[in-house]
Structures are given as structure tokens and as C-alpha cells.
């Protein structure tokens, strides 16, 4: 059972431009929802994460929207740089439940210059 | 910035051979846990620790895998008897509380299966 359904799987995005990536959940229960980056040959690092009582989380360039009624939620990157491409996971958990994540399967985003 | 130190980062071994994948997690971290994400697809929970046994564990986490922190600072992953569907990279994680926002990653082992 896929709880977490992220796309695209790759994106390319011109220096400046804005970088979306959605996800969609199963599970109800989930109240927490984080983004996580990667670069090659590390582990996944926490961006930016959300629980559904606000619509909208922003931290600098990047931002978080929430559709609590769609089961969905999505990362845009304001003015995406070369530094930002790397993978995006996001991933959901129930928080008053066992700690593990669910994850996402992951976008390769490319910021061309 | 403290950091959860993972070895090897790879580890290549034969089908049948037992592994142990080694994590040294951030010191005044309580909480541990093994994800693996197999190439191409997404990152899997295996399980977690606490207080020096397992809280959780997945469907994945079957009885040819086992966990233990031997000395108080190392937490590894052990498996038995390796399958070629064992290939995956291998993530450790700990976290100084149970909010998920503390969760901090390693590097990961790639293990390969052959």
C-alpha cells in the first residue's frame, strides 16, 4: 500500500524559476508532513515540515501548501538556485503514533543556470 | 553540527553471508531507527529503538533481520542471511526525543548483494 504518492519523479527548472512538487496521502491519521532533501551521498536532511492546522508554512524561498480536505500538500522553491537541485522527499506520520515516516518516492530536482 | 556517522558506506557481500551494518548516532540521542531505500524507490521504515529494545518494527523487518546497541554508542543492523532483494541503501537515524522533527539522517551503507 503506497500511504504517500509524490510527483513528478524528475523536474528541470531554470535558474530563478519556481520548482512544485506535490504529494498525496492515504492515511488520515497522518499530522505531520515533512520535506526532506538530498544530495548525492548523504541522507535524507529536514527542510521544511507542516501539521494540518495552518494551510501554508513558508521559510525563506521555500514554502509548504496544505489541502487537508484533498489529502494533499506540495513544496514550491521561490526563485530555485543550481545549490537547490538535489532529491526531494516528502513524507507523512501520526505523530501521537509509532515516530516512523512515510515517504514519498522522491523527485530528482535539476535548477539549470 | 553534530552528525550520525554510518560504516561502511558500502559493503558488497555474497547471497547467504550474514551483514552488519554499523551507525554511531548523535551522542544524547534516545531514540534510533533503520530505513532502507532500494535503488529508484522510495525510503522504507524497518524499525525503531528505544530504551534498548524495538518499539516498532515493519513488515519488512522479518525474522532475518535483528538490531542491538552492544556498547552504549553503536546501533547496527544485522542480517542474517542476505537475499539478492537485500540490495538497498541502508539509512540510520536518531532522534533526541519522539518528535519527528528531530529526526536526524546518516550518510547511509550501500549494500550490495551478490
Known amino acids: 500500500q503506497q500511504q504517500v504518492k509524490q510527483s513528478p519523479q524528475s523536474l528541470i527548472v531554470q535558474k530563478g524559476g519556481i520548482s512544485i512538487i506535490n504529494c498525496a496521502y492515504e492515511?488520515?491519521?497522518?499530522?505531520?508532513f515533512p520535506w526532506y532533501q538530498q544530495f548525492p551521498g548523504k541522507g535524507p536532511a529536514l527542510l521544511i515540515a507542516?501539521?494540518?492546522?495552518?494551510s501554508e508554512k513558508k521559510e525563506g524561498r521555500f514554502t509548504i501548501s496544505f489541502n487537508k480536505s484533498a489529502k494533499q500538500f506540495s513544496l514550491h522553491i521561490m526563485d530555485s538556485q543550481p545549490g537547490d537541485s538535489a532529491t526531494y522527499f516528502c513524507?507523512?506520520?501520526?505523530?501521537?503514533?509509532?515516530?516512523?515516516?512515510?515517504f514519498g518516492t522522491g523527485t530528482r530536482l535539476t535548477v539549470i543556470p | 553540527e553534530p552528525e550520525v556517522t554510518q560504516t561502511p558506506s558500502h559493503q558488497v557481500t555474497q547471497m547467504g553471508q550474514e551483514v552488519i551494518l554499523r551507525c554511531v548516532p548523535i551522542?544524547?540521542?534516545?531514540?534510533f531507527y533503520w530505513y532502507r531505500q532500494i535503488l529508484g524507490q522510495k525510503v522504507e521504515f524497518l524499525v525503531s529503538?528505544?530504551?534498548?529494545?524495538?518499539?516498532?518494527k515493519s513488515e519488512i523487518f522479518d525474522d532475518q533481520f535483528s538490531v542491538e546497541r552492544p556498547d552504549g554508542s553503536n546501533f547496527t543492523l544485522k542480517i542474517r542471511s542476505t537475499k539478492l532483494e537485500d540490495s538497498a541503501m541502508y539509512f540510520c537515524?536518531?532522534?533526541?526525543?519522539?518528535?519527528?522533527?528531530?529526526?536526524?539522517f546518516g550518510s547511509g551503507t550501500r549494500l550490495t548483494v551478490v
Open positions: 537515524a536518531s532522534s533526541v526525543d519522539s518528535l519527528l522533527m528531530s529526526y536526524t
Open positions: 492515511n488520515t491519521a497522518f499530522d505531520y
Open positions: 507542516i501539521r494540518p492546522d495552518v
Open positions: 513524507a507523512a506520520s501520526n505523530s501521537t503514533g509509532a515516530n516512523n515516516l512515510f
Open positions: 551522542s544524547n540521542h534516545l531514540y
Open positions: 529503538f528505544y530504551n534498548n529494545e524495538i518499539s516498532e
